[in-house]
């Protein structure tokens, strides 16, 4: 091993002198890769937001999801909560303003040439919501407000009361102190098919008539509908976040008019979440550009040098910019990830460049003119960015191990942006220092001296040198005593994602979600979905009572995270309640098919529109519509399976009768749920992954496994301190802040490197530890200090974006950054002073000695 070392050091030396010839060729090539990529990502460039980009196809998440969408239609919706200045939603101004916004929405809907708003298929509020009253054996569905407007005080009292006595309005439509009001905007977000498929099924479906439905039939006669046409075939066209962005800006043209004045908004649902996201990205692009531009500024304080500056951005942007173009001709569609793999290349690339750049200024301040300083630049620092280059491509590609696409595509583009900033720092960027270099001026000591960063760092390095020789064994200590205090942290530390929270506590979106959570029916949604095989299913009592028994398991068991239920068994209790002059003893579900076939014949003659939303056309699948308060995923996880363990219990009894049954959890909550703890738990154990396939390579690459083995402590310590950090502080670990964990890994294990190639060498070399630390202080001490400091504060640029999901990973990547500095520039040396380690100096030593004698 040791022989293979040397030999790339003198490869590396090489590198300088080797492509000065060929300089035009090489950029030759450069100019006509970076026009290829160019090519590439004008063509075939495309992004996909779409929360189905994140699973594999044909993820049994997304099958049910569609499969209800097919049934009923998206779950997408938005949930617009207003307060009236009066203070009661029953007030006549409030009333007139919301029944004028319910007429404002549904026209803007509705307009011939389709808009934005055209996703918009059915608004609820108010002045549309319906009761139902009995005629003799007639049951009437009746607007609660838009059939003739209450004048009168004692008229709004009246249907005050009414109101009152409808379970389903209740937080629904106005909060239990009537401060608050809602309207439901049902859309077909998600449920846009990309083709039509029209058969048998699907037109008499569409042929049904409000007034059709059931005349002429017996009452206890099927449907002539195949039970189990569902149109499988039928995809959906996903929707992107900026999709979202356009549809929410049209809705606040409609309710922020001066005319709604009256009324404070509270929005929530999916739409809006992800309408927050996506201004999070723009604010995110606005950031990153600040960060360049801090780096910038500090690049030139280090170098005093435009030439440094601008090649050392060449190399990271072009880096990138092929690893994006390369994955556009293969074929692959980006996300927001996208912008991770620019940070990455970024921190790798710009950490590579500091340390050619500032072991050239080095060496031409110890009097070597250009080509040497070249030279010995490369020698010094080619081995340790091969070793960071080959650990961190090799870790991101080990991301591709997961089931996740979106994942896979952010491992395979950021190790190829690595591999491609490896390749242009040994081939274009000799070539651009000799065409335009940091300049030696001023007199003649001063050239040989060369230019000194406006902040000089050697002074401290060696002081450090000294201080760490004489407190070894204290740092090392007091590392070890932070170390296992983090350790007991991490243990206390527990994997949560919400991205709704994700909000900082002062934004409209966190305010509503509060507001809707206590007040209203919640912020998010749950779907279970049943489907029977056959038809009339749903006409059979003890099928609807399997409803109603779950769903008072969950009002009487899950108060905490639930507000409300609805399913079909409500329609047939309230329908039952009402044609027995709404007697609450009759408020259940009869015994007899007959009964309860004719109550459901007559709810939809009275209101087909509602109750094809709850069952389809031959009754065999329907749906029961839970509202959730807002949480994460370590809550929201443990529910769900309790949920399903007790969907089982309650409904496993049927499957004799029903033998093709299938009870399912779904929705779009359901799968933001899941699709957040798949991401941290999938990062969590690749980031675990990452860090053993480092350790072996920092084995063999070192020549040494107790050099391999010291050099991950403090490649692990910043990750500890980070989640051990967490665990004290209460703050759970989530999705963002585990995906910038390889960045994180890669800068740590760039300085490291760097440390320990030097060290090993001069240790080698000497056989002092002291000579060894300063000398290694000396020579890359400055740079893993500037790298350090440009990275850390470019991560704490993050902190002060109003999206958490950039904040959190921003003040913790800093903090991990600042952690590792401190590592390599104490904890290692000191480390170094008490345990002395060989690092496989006797075996260099016998080879050397074996060769000497040979020769």
Same mark, same amino acid.
């Given at each position: 091993?040791?022989?293979?070392?040397?030999?790339? /050091?003198?490869?590396?030396?090489?590198?300088?002198?080797?492509?000065?010839?060929?300089?035009?060729?090489?950029?030759?090539?450069?100019?006509?890769?970076?026009?290829?990529?160019?090519?590439?990502?004008?063509?075939?460039?495309?992004?996909?937001?779409?929360?189905?980009?994140?699973?594999?196809?044909?993820?049994?998440?997304?099958?049910?999801?569609?499969?209800?969408?097919?049934? $009923?239609?998206?779950?997408?919706n938005v949930y617009i909560v207003y307060q009236p200045k009066s203070g009661d939603v029953f007030s006549e101004q409030a009333l007139r303003d919301i029944a004028e916004l319910h007429?404002?929405?549904?026209?803007?809907?509705?307009?011939?040439?389709?808009?934005?708003?055209?996703?918009?298929?059915?608004?609820?509020?108010?002045?549309?919501?319906?009761y139902q009253i009995s005629d003799g054996d007639t049951l009437i569905s009746k607007k609660l407000i838009g059939a003739d407007f209450p004048n009168s005080a004692e008229e709004r009292?009246?249907?005050?009361? %009414? @109101?009152?006595?409808?379970?389903?309005?209740?937080?629904?439509?106005?909060?239990?102190?009537?401060?608050?009001?809602?309207?439901?905007?049902?859309?077909?977000?998600?449920?846009?098919?990309?083709?039509?498929?029209?058969?048998? =099924?699907?037109?008499?479906?569409?042929?049904?008539?409000?007034?059709?439905?059931?005349?002429?039939?017996?009452?206890?006669?099927?449907? !002539?509908?195949?039970? /189990?046409?569902?149109?499988?075939?039928?995809? $959906?066209?996903?929707?992107?976040?900026?999709?979202?962005?356009?549809?929410?800006?049209?809705?606040?043209?409609?309710?922020?008019?001066?005319?709604?004045?009256?009324?404070?908004?509270?929005?929530?649902?999916?739409?809006?979440?992800?309408?927050?996201?996506?201004?999070?990205?723009?604010?995110?692009?606005?950031?990153?550009?600040?960060?360049?531009?801090?780096?910038?500024?500090?690049?030139?304080?280090?170098?005093?040098?435009?030439?440094?500056?601008?090649?050392?951005?060449?190399?990271?942007?072009?880096?990138?910019?092929?690893?994006?173009?390369?994955? @556009?001709?293969?074929?692959?569609?980006?996300?927001?990830?996208?912008?991770?793999?620019?940070?990455?290349?970024?921190?790798?690339?710009?950490?590579?460049?500091?340390? %050619?750049?500032?072991?050239?200024?080095?060496?031409?301040?110890?009097? @070597?003119?250009?080509?040497?300083?070249?030279?010995?630049?490369?020698?010094?620092?080619?081995?340790?960015?091969?070793?960071?280059?080959?650990?961190?491509?090799?870790?991101?590609?080990?991301?591709?191990?997961?089931?996740?696409?979106?994942?896979?595509?952010?491992?395979?583009? +950021?190790?190829?942006?690595?591999?491609?900033?490896?390749?242009?720092?040994?081939?274009?960027?000799?070539?651009?220092?000799?065409?335009?270099?940091?300049?030696?001026?001023?007199?003649?000591?001063?050239?040989?001296?060369?230019?000194?960063?406006?902040?000089?760092?050697?002074?401290?390095?060696?002081?450090?040198?000294?201080?760490?020789?004489?407190?070894?064994?204290?740092?090392?200590?007091?590392?070890?005593?932070?170390?296992?205090?983090?350790?007991i942290g991490a243990i206390n530390l527990k994997i949560d994602s919400n991205s709704a929270m994700m909000a900082r506590e002062e934004t409209p979106l966190r305010q509503s979600l509060?507001?809707?959570?206590?007040?209203?029916?919640?912020?998010?949604?749950?779907?279970?979905?049943?489907?029977?095989?056959?038809?009339?299913?749903?006409?059979?009592?003890?099928?609807?009572?399997?409803?109603?028994?779950? &769903? &008072?398991?969950?009002?009487?068991?899950?108060?905490?995270?639930?507000?409300?239920?609805?399913?079909?068994?409500?329609?047939?209790?309230?329908? =039952?309640?009402?044609?027995?002059? /709404?007697?609450?003893?009759?408020?259940?579900?009869?015994?007899?098919?007959?009964?309860?076939?004719?109550?459901?014949?007559?709810?939809?003659?009275?209101?087909?529109?509602?109750?094809?939303?709850?069952?389809?056309?031959?009754?065999?699948?329907?749906?029961?519509?839970?509202?959730?308060?807002?949480?994460?995923?370590?809550?929201?996880?443990?529910?769900?399976?309790?949920?399903?363990?007790?969907?089982?219990?309650?409904?496993?009894?049927?499957?004799?009768?029903?033998?093709?049954?299938?009870?399912?959890?779904?929705?779009?909550?359901?799968?933001?749920?899941?699709?957040?703890?798949?991401?941290?738990?999938?990062?969590?154990?690749?980031?675990?992954?990452?860090?053993?396939?480092?350790?072996?390579?920092?084995? %063999? +690459?070192?020549?040494?496994?107790?050099?391999?083995?010291?050099?991950?402590?403090? /490649?692990?310590?910043?990750?500890?301190?980070?989640?051990?950090?967490?665990?004290?502080?209460?703050?759970?670990?989530?999705?963002?802040?585990?995906?910038?964990?390889?960045?994180?890994?890669?800068?740590?294990?760039?300085?490291?490197?760097?440390?320990?190639?030097?060290?090993?060498?001069?240790?080698?070399?000497?056989?002092?530890?002291?000579?060894?630390?300063?000398?290694?202080?000396?020579?890359?001490?400055?740079?893993?200090?500037?790298?350090?400091?440009?990275?850390?504060?470019? $991560?704490?640029?993050?902190?002060?974006?109003?999206?958490?999901?950039?904040?959190?990973?921003?003040?913790?990547?800093?903090?991990?950054?600042?952690?590792?500095?401190?590592?390599?520039?104490?904890?290692?040396?000191?480390?170094?002073?008490?345990?002395?380690?060989?690092?496989?100096?006797?075996?260099?030593?016998?080879?050397?000695? !074996?060769?000497?004698?040979?020769?």
């Amino acid at each position: 091993m040791q022989k293979l070392l040397d030999r790339l /050091n003198d490869l590396f030396e090489q590198v300088p002198t080797a492509v000065r010839p060929y300089r035009w060729l090489i950029t030759l090539i450069f100019v006509g890769i970076s026009i290829l990529m160019a090519t590439g990502i004008s063509k075939h460039f495309t992004i996909n937001m779409a929360p189905e980009a994140w699973y594999p196809k044909g993820a049994d998440t997304i099958v049910i999801r569609d499969a209800y969408r097919r049934l $009923f239609g998206s779950d997408d919706n938005v949930y617009i909560v207003y307060q009236p200045k009066s203070g009661d939603v029953f007030s006549e101004q409030a009333l007139r303003d919301i029944a004028e916004l319910h007429q404002d929405l549904e026209d803007a809907s509705l307009q011939a040439e389709p808009n934005e708003l055209s996703r918009i298929i059915k608004i609820d509020s108010l002045y549309n919501a319906r009761y139902q009253i009995s005629d003799g054996d007639t049951l009437i569905s009746k607007k609660l407000i838009g059939a003739d407007f209450p004048n009168s005080a004692e008229e709004r009292e009246q249907r005050r009361a %009414i @109101a009152i006595t409808q379970d389903s309005f209740s937080r629904m439509f106005f909060s239990n102190d009537f401060r608050y009001g809602g309207i439901s905007l049902k859309t077909n977000i998600g449920a846009v098919p990309k083709q039509t498929l029209v058969t048998d =099924n699907t037109q008499s479906t569409d042929l049904l008539q409000d007034d059709a439905f059931g005349f002429g039939l017996e009452i206890d006669s099927p449907l !002539e509908v195949e039970a /189990n046409a569902e149109t499988n075939d039928v995809e $959906f066209i996903g929707v992107q976040l900026d999709e979202y962005m356009h549809f929410m800006a049209a809705l606040h043209e409609v309710i922020d008019q001066d005319k709604y004045s009256n009324f404070d908004f509270y929005l929530v649902g999916n739409s809006v979440t992800m309408e927050f996201i996506m201004n999070g990205v723009f604010e995110a692009a606005g950031l990153i550009l600040m960060m360049v531009l801090l780096i910038v500024i500090l690049l030139w304080a280090l170098f005093r040098s435009l030439s440094a500056v601008l090649w050392s951005l060449l190399v990271v942007i072009f880096a990138g910019f092929w690893a994006i173009g390369a994955g @556009a001709w293969l074929g692959v569609s980006y996300t927001t990830m996208m912008t991770l793999t620019v940070m990455l290349v970024l921190a790798v690339g710009i950490a590579s460049c500091v340390h %050619i750049l500032s072991a050239y200024t080095l060496f031409c301040r110890q009097g @070597a003119d250009h080509q040497g300083a070249m030279t010995k630049a490369y020698r010094k620092t080619g081995l340790p960015i091969l070793l960071t280059s080959l650990t961190t491509a090799v870790g991101m590609l080990s991301l591709t191990l997961t089931d996740m696409p979106v994942i896979q595509v952010f491992g395979a583009t +950021s190790a190829m942006a690595v591999i491609f900033s490896f390749i242009l720092i040994f081939t274009i960027l000799p070539c651009a220092l000799d065409l335009w270099h940091p300049k030696l001026r001023g007199s003649q000591q001063t050239k040989q001296q060369g230019k000194k960063p406006l902040i000089d760092l050697q002074p401290l390095m060696i002081w450090i040198g000294d201080f760490t020789e004489r407190r070894s064994k204290t740092i090392v200590i007091s590392y070890l005593v932070i170390f296992i205090a983090m350790c007991i942290g991490a243990i206390n530390l527990k994997i949560d994602s919400n991205s709704a929270m994700m909000a900082r506590e002062e934004t409209p979106l966190r305010q509503s979600l509060k507001i809707v959570d206590e007040e209203m029916m919640g912020g998010m949604s749950l779907e279970v979905l049943t489907r029977f095989g056959s038809a009339d299913a749903l006409k059979d009592p003890r099928v609807l009572k399997a409803a109603d028994e779950l &769903q &008072q398991h969950i009002a009487a068991n899950y108060a905490d995270k639930v507000i409300k239920t609805f399913s079909l068994a409500n329609v047939v209790k309230d329908t =039952n309640s009402v044609l027995n002059n /709404n007697d609450e003893q009759y408020r259940v579900i009869p015994d007899d098919p007959r009964l309860t076939a004719q109550l459901l014949y007559m709810f939809n003659n009275a209101n087909p529109t509602d109750r094809r939303e709850t069952v389809n056309d031959d009754y065999s699948s329907s749906h029961i519509s839970i509202m959730l308060r807002n949480g994460g995923t370590y809550e929201y996880t443990a529910f769900f399976k309790e949920l399903k363990q007790d969907m089982l219990r309650i409904y496993e009894p049927l499957r004799a009768d029903y033998p093709n049954m299938r009870v399912e959890l779904t929705g779009t909550f359901n799968l933001a749920v899941e699709l957040m703890d798949h991401i941290a738990w999938t990062q969590l154990k690749s980031f675990s992954f990452v860090l053993i396939i480092i350790t072996v390579l920092m084995i %063999i +690459s070192l020549g040494s496994p107790q050099a391999g083995a010291i050099s991950m402590i403090p /490649n692990i310590l910043p990750g500890i301190f980070t989640f051990g950090l967490m665990g004290w502080l209460g703050i759970p670990l989530d999705g963002d802040t585990l995906i910038v964990a390889p960045i994180i890994i890669g800068i740590a294990v760039d300085d490291t490197i760097h440390f320990l190639t030097h060290y090993r060498a001069s240790w080698i070399e000497h056989g002092d530890v002291g000579i060894a630390v300063r000398q290694t202080l000396s020579e890359v001490g400055q740079a893993v200090a500037f790298t350090s400091l440009v990275l850390g504060l470019g $991560f704490a640029i993050l902190i002060f974006a109003s999206y958490l999901g950039l904040a959190k990973p921003g003040l913790f990547g800093s903090l991990a950054i600042l952690v590792a500095l401190l590592s390599d520039l104490l904890f290692l040396p000191a480390l170094m002073h008490w345990l002395k380690p060989n690092m496989g100096r006797d075996k260099v030593l016998k080879l050397a000695n !074996e060769q000497a004698a040979a020769s």
